[in-house]
């Protein structure tokens, strides 16, 4: 089901309209706003973020005129086919069943899935049998916890992340299986938890979702992606929230 826009927070990346071939007039582009730190609000109702600020530094490469809007992640899909929007950057990873819906530019950063637990009471992938243990619906996260721990331990699905932040917190589970950036940003205030094992490596690419046959819009982001990445621009945004290149 699509969901309702929660808000719109327009913001011109240069005073000129789109000038490469058939990119849309005004370019809109969805995130979720739930996900710190590569998406979330601030007490104004700003959307801030690594995906926000990637977002911005895109458009003023393509000159394009854009407007960020924030949708909830189960409807997230569906309104980009309905056209509410013309992409999402939102830390969606690049999956073959995503691609049956939609189309997904080269990627923007990489990913590995990680779990985190009260310190001292979780070993890491290997010790969770038995155990309550959460993640954000309709993730790669949820996908491993359900294919690797169906049967063997309570597997319990949030429609957000902060959901199951707060599940965790309040002791009514023992675990989170989590993309590891937004772990170790919510692990900074929640000193009694911690990355409990080794990270895991499921070969997650993250890149931009568009329409399908959209060739003039994809090739411009893969062009203005990597532009970033050679002119500096995305490592200083890089900088602003991560100790390590991310891509």
Do not use: H
Not at 116 to 123: L, M
Not at 156 to 175: M, N
Not at 216 to 225: H, P, Q, S
């Amino acid at each position: 089901m699509v969901k309702q826009l929660l808000s719109a927070l327009a913001f011109s990346a240069v005073a000129s309209a789109s000038s490469a071939g058939d990119i849309p007039d005004p370019l809109r582009i969805a995130t979720e706003g739930a996900y710190p730190p590569f998406n979330s609000v601030d007490a104004n109702g700003k959307l801030i973020g690594f995906d926000v600020d990637i977002a911005m530094a895109l458009c003023k490469e393509m000159k394009a005129n854009c407007e960020l809007v924030a949708q909830d992640w189960d409807g997230i899909i569906p309104a980009l086919v309905a056209n509410k929007y013309d992409a999402i950057i939102a830390s969606m990873s690049i999956t073959d069943e995503r691609k049956q819906t939609i189309d997904f530019t080269n990627k923007y950063y990489s990913n590995y899935l990680a779990i985190i637990g009260e310190k001292g009471k979780v070993a890491g992938a290997n010790d969770l049998a038995g155990r309550a243990i959460g993640a954000q619906r309709s993730t790669l996260a949820s996908q491993w916890a359900e294919d690797s721990l169906t049967g063997k331990a309570d597997v319990k699905l949030y429609d957000t992340q902060t959901a199951a932040y707060a599940d965790l917190s309040a002791g009514r589970l023992d675990a989170m299986v989590s993309d590891i950036y937004p772990a170790m940003d919510w692990l900074k205030d929640n000193g009694g938890y911690e990355l409990s094992g080794s990270a895991i490596d499921i070969n997650d690419q993250i890149g931009i979702g568009i329409r399908q046959g959209e060739s003039d819009l994809k090739a411009a982001f893969n062009k203005a992606i990597d532009a970033i990445r050679a002119n500096g621009t995305y490592a200083k945004i890089n900088a602003k929230y991560f100790s390590a290149d991310i891509y």
